[in-house]
């Protein structure tokens, strides 16, 4: 009788090949929706960052509004949040930028912890299908004796495609992990300028 164990390891080399595929299918949905989201929040971002700093530096406050009101980049949410609020002080607008600025964070870094997972764990996942598929040919090897050796080596040339098929699925997301990430520090770092450029104006508005 074979045993839970011998037959969870005969039989699991397939399905493990059916979960990498839908984990590819997973890290390119991520990636699509990423490319997708992080090109609309910076449509208008270099614009600002180039026009923003001559405006304050005029005072044009109400034309520095206006031309946030619209935008749906991170900088320009961040800065309509604090050229709005101006009234309550320098303090009020620092600490309301700080708020909007985390939640930017937070959506821009959103669904990429599926991508660092995956980049981690995919090898793992293609490995552990490899030992179970060469479980099973030498499995098959045994039932049907020394005369069949092509057994065996059919067997483990079918099971390294899992461990081929995990990393083609992590090499590509570790390196959209990374151009991700690198393309987030950079939005909030060109957000935390501007928004630094707005404190400074609040605090020379309230000595005024």
């Known amino acids: 009788m074979i045993g839970p164990i011998k037959a969870f390891a005969l039989l699991a080399g397939e399905w493990i090949l059916y979960l990498l595929l839908a984990l590819s299918v997973l890290c390119v949905a991520v990636m699509i929706e990423k490319i997708l989201f992080l090109r ?29 009101e ?27 930028m ?4 985390i939640h930017e964070k937070m959506a821009l870094e959103k669904h990429l912890l599926v991508l660092g997972t995956l980049g981690n764990n995919a090898p793992f996942i293609g490995l552990f299908g490899t030992v179970l598929g060469i479980i099973k040919a030498f499995n098959d090897l ?7 050796p092509s057994v065996v080596m059919r067997g483990v040339s079918e099971a390294l495609v899992a461990t081929a098929v995990g990393l083609l699925i992590a090499i590509p997301a570790v390196a ?7 393309r987030i520090k950079r939005t909030m770092a060109n957000t935390e300028r501007l ?6 104006y609040s605090k020379k508005r309230k000595r005024k």
């Open 70 to 96: 619209h935008s749906f980049s991170s900088e320009g949410q961040v800065l309509k949040a604090g050229l709005s609020h101006l009234s309550l002080g320098a303090e009020g607008v620092e600490l309301i």
């Open 195 to 200: 928004t630094r450029l707005v404190s400074a």
């Open 142 to 148: 045994a039932l049907a004796g020394t005369s069949a």
């Open 40 to 68: 609309s929040k910076s449509r208008d971002s270099e614009f600002l960052s180039v026009e923003i700093p001559k405006i304050l530096a005029q005072g044009e406050i109400q034309k520095a509004r206006k031309m946030v």
């Open 98 to 101: 700080e708020s909007h600025r």
């Open 176 to 182: 959209s992990f990374n151009y991700f990430q690198g």
